[in-house]
């Protein structure tokens, strides 16, 4: 087991130490404040207020210490505030801030890029751009494609979440809260099947995939298609492990087609799975691929690497932004990729996985409302049902989630249906602390039966 064992990471005790109810007064009054200060439209899972994390805690600002099931949406992969993190942003921070990467350059972008291209699948010619979010990146992808190609449209798939701003609400599949009332949506994105095995019944990843493919061919053609946008291991979707066959079929039918195949992995990758990217376990090799998150322990980056005569065909100028590749963030990225080098993150993220996965099997057996267990590495789900049937239970998800939170356990829902309780934990997760929180979990179970 290569997980951590320490008791103290980064100045935070690792225990579940709750010494309030949880919100406690502090949170409370912080709340309040939040309350008359900022939009009603921004929503809180758990109103707890950090004053400081590390290894695979949070404390708030009660002095309660949380176990951190989330990593902040799959970015503190690294942990929070990751030493090798922390003294790379000081150091940056204090040497200067900014100077816009378009204006007067600096090592640190190169370095992520020159990063990136070594770590993304495929072994061909290379070439990495940065920005500030995730969002940002897809949006960027599909300008790339489309100077590429000279076509326009985007084909994305069901369940898919690609982003907050316009084009990439519109390539999101779900409305509530992404998109209601947001519209109008730009045009030319065309939604596709995605393989589901858990709702798919007999049906094989090929065949969904030649669904897929045919509605491609049918409704849009293919000559038409600058770009297909997939996420490997579907996300804000509920962790939807695409069955065997899907992807790559999916890839190479892009290919075939001259059309631009793109990886979102800004939720998937960066070790999150047991590999560098989660499209390597089916062996694809994409022609661009999105990151974000995971990338940087915490600060805003996100990039696209592709092949370089694709991401070389915009004009000169065409891409950019005034804080894309920001100083401070680079070192983050790159004190980031060093800790996942030099402490095998792929491995920690599969011993996770081998933690997981059976004790949540074990559960399946006494709470058959567990209809589904799935996701690789450090990001697992589990997809609730009413036990039996195929019916989401939705009530349930939340109610678990609630006791998690009421327990000291940091933990997401997700899916389309608001049935799948998703785990991302940091691969600085101490292994006794997962199997607390795995145990909390359980008396959820029992506590909501
Ligand atoms: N693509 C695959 O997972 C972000 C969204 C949280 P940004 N997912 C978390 C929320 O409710 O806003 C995400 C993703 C995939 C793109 C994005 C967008 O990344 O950095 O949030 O813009």
Redesign the pocket.
């Known amino acids: 087991m290569t997980i951590a064992a320490e008791r103290m990471i980064n100045g935070v005790n690792q225990e579940r130490k709750l010494v309030t109810n949880l919100p406690g007064p502090h949170s409370l009054a912080l709340l309040a404040r939040k309350e008359n200060a900022v939009s009603s439209g921004v929503?809180i899972g758990l109103p707890v207020f950090i004053t400081k994390a590390g290894g695979g805690i949070l404390v708030d600002a009660d002095g309660n210490s949380l176990i951190d099931m989330g990593s902040g949406?799959?970015v503190t992969t690294v942990g929070n505030a990751n030493p090798e993190v922390a003294s790379r942003v000081v150091e940056q921070v204090a040497n200067f801030t900014h100077t816009c990467f378009m204006v007067t350059p600096y090592a640190g972008y190169v370095e992520v890029c020159e990063a990136l291209n070594e770590l993304t699948p495929g072994d061909h010619d290379k070439r990495s751009a940065l920005f500030?979010?995730?969002?940002?990146?897809?949006e960027n992808a599909v300008k790339i494609a489309r100077a590429f190609t000279g076509r326009q449209a985007v084909v994305v798939v069901e369940h898919?979440?690609?982003?907050?701003?316009n084009l990439?609400m519109g390539m999101?599949a779900k409305n509530m809260?992404?998109k209601h009332s947001f519209g109008p949506f730009a045009p030319e994105i065309y939604r596709v099947p995605v393989s589901y095995p858990f709702h798919d019944g007999p049906h094989t990843g090929t065949e969904v995939a030649d669904w897929a493919i045919s509605r491609m061919e049918k409704e849009v053609g293919a000559e038409n298609i600058a770009a297909i946008v997939v996420?490997p291991i579907?996300?804000?979707g509920g962790f939807i492990v695409p069955a065997p066959g899907y992807f790559k079929a999916v890839a190479d039918f892009a290919q075939a087609n001259g059309i631009v195949f793109v990886a979102?992995?800004?939720?998937?990758g960066f070790a999150r799975t047991g590999d560098w990217f989660a499209s390597e376990f089916e062996g694809v090799v994409p022609d661009l691929i999105?990151t974000?998150?995971g990338i940087a322990g915490g600060m805003?980056l996100?990039a696209v690497t592709g092949r370089a005569e694709i991401m070389d065909s915009v004009h000169a100028g065409g891409l950019g932004g005034t804080y894309g590749g920001n100083p401070v963030a680079c070192a983050a990225a790159l004190g980031s990729i060093a800790w996942m080098k030099e402490n095998n993150a792929r491995q920690i993220a599969k011993d996770i996985e081998a933690i997981m996965l059976p004790r949540l099997a074990d559960m399946q057996i006494n709470h058959p409302t567990i209809g589904d267990i799935r996701g690789r590495g450090a990001m697992i789900a589990i997809e609730l049902v009413k036990p039996g049937t195929m019916e989401p239970d939705a009530a349930r998800t939340a109610a678990l989630n609630k006791y998690c939170h009421q327990h000291g356990v940091v933990t997401l829902t997700a899916g389309t249906y608001g049935n799948v309780f998703r785990f991302l934990p940091p691969l600085t997760m101490p292994v006794a602390l997962l199997e607390e929180a795995l145990g909390i979990l359980e008396a959820a179970f029992e506590a909501t039966a």
């Open positions: 929503g949406i799959a500030n979010s995730g969002a940002e990146a897809v898919g979440y690609h982003g907050r701003t990439t999101t809260p992404y996420e579907l996300g804000e979102d992995e800004i939720q998937s999105t974000a998150k805003p996100a």
